[in-house]
């Protein structure tokens, strides 16, 4: 086999690793969409065909694990292509979790679909708009090799938690004035929930692109809204 064939085999092998990858960013981004528009539309089909949408992220994943695999060890990449290679599996990983929120947010809907009581929140739909941003531009930047786009999404996740606060605050004063808004309330805390870890996970993904394409990491601390004395953690949670 020639030099020149061996090169061009590798070079296609990598090209479908990255297509692999935004592949699977392009179904998680959909499948997230989808979680708020059955939220906004209390859509029962579309929040059912988002949960079984997940899977279809989970079979990428796998298949981006073995190409992975196969490239390290097979084509013993070093330098910029060890560091794309790694960072294909580090984000695939958090595109994989991106999808399994995102399904958390349909699942946390339905309970609402026919309870009356619950308040169709600005924030929730703000906070969704801006997770979804941020998965659209750290997609852009992974395809384009931009560190100032990938930058830019991490800077603002400070943001979304920033936005869970002010919404945790309005729940409990929900929940506070009527006992019967508990129930609903507590739904759409843990949907609030699911999308500030979509956006933590954004931004891992932000750093990784950072690191791939500059070789090193940020020197400043991630930005982060305080969180300490109001999360929440249940089964929605890492």
């Avoid at 060890?73 to 290679?85: E, Y």
């Avoid at 599996?89 to 026919?114: C, H, M, Q, T």
């Avoid at 941020?134 to 395809?143: C, E, H, P, Q, R």
Wanted: aromatic content about 6%; overall charge negative.
């Amino acid at each position: 086999m020639s030099t020149q064939h061996i090169v061009k085999s590798y070079d296609e092998e990598l090209n479908h690793l990255n297509e692999s990858i935004l592949k699977m960013g392009g179904l998680a981004e959909s499948l997230l969409a989808d979680a708020l528009d059955s939220v906004v539309k209390r859509d029962l089909d579309l929040a059912q065909q988002t949960i079984d949408d997940d899977k279809k992220i989970d079979t990428l994943e796998t298949e981006i694990d073995h190409q992975v695999v196969r490239l390290l060890a097979l084509r013993q990449p070093m330098a910029a292509d060890l560091r794309n290679i790694i960072a294909a599996l580090k984000i695939s990983s958090d595109i994989e979790r991106i999808g399994d929120y995102g399904a958390n947010v349909a699942k946390r809907a339905i309970p609402l679909f026919e309870d009356q009581t619950a308040k169709p929140l600005f924030t929730i739909n703000r906070m969704g708009r801006i997770t979804l941003q941020m998965i659209k531009n750290v997609l852009d930047a992974y395809t384009e090799g931009n560190a100032d786009k990938a930058r830019e999404v991490w800077l603002r996740d400070e943001e979304v938690d920033d936005l869970y606060n002010s919404l945790f605050r309005e729940l409990l004063t929900y929940m506070m004035e009527d006992p019967r808004n508990i129930t609903p309330c507590t739904h759409m805390l843990f949907i609030a929930r699911n999308l500030e870890r979509i956006g933590d996970h954004a931004t891992n993904v932000a750093e990784t692109v950072y690191y791939m394409v500059k070789g090193t990491t940020f020197q400043e601390d991630r930005p982060k809204g305080d969180l300490s004395d109001i999360a929440v953690e249940g089964p929605d949670g890492d």
